[in-house]
């Protein structure tokens, strides 16, 4: 499961969560910094991604649009990114199970 993190978490959360979650990226570093929440979707819909966002115009695109792709909404504030990558190890088998059996589009992990 390859993870697409929104612009509003650190690319420097990729490396963190990588033994856990291969292949994952950051927009900025698909050149998508610029991009619309909507070609950001598309995108990770088009190239398998689940989207990690801190941002509820995620949430209004899959109630929208459907899923694929999933989301992660993290919803854990003004947190460090030792906290975010901590949150996310910790509920990472609750995640690929959420997503893998494709009953829901977004999944909250609170922190």
């Not at 650190?10 to 490396?15: F, G, H, P």
């Not at 991009?35 to 979707?41: L, P, T």
Request: charged letters at 25%.
């Amino acid at each position: 499961m390859k993870l697409l993190f929104d612009q509003n978490i650190s690319y420097r959360l990729v490396a963190k969560v990588s033994d856990i979650f291969p292949e994952s990226a950051h927009v900025a570093a698909l050149k998508l910094d610029k991009a619309s929440d909507y070609e950001v979707w598309e995108y990770a819909k088009t190239n398998g991604f689940v989207i990690v966002t801190k941002d509820s115009d995620f949430n209004d695109l899959t109630t929208y649009h459907g899923f694929p792709p999933h989301i992660i909404w993290l919803r854990a504030g003004n947190s460090s990114v030792e906290k975010n990558a901590e949150l996310l190890l910790g509920y990472a088998e609750r995640i690929k199970t959420m997503i893998l059996s494709n009953e829901t589009g977004i999944v909250e992990v609170i922190g």
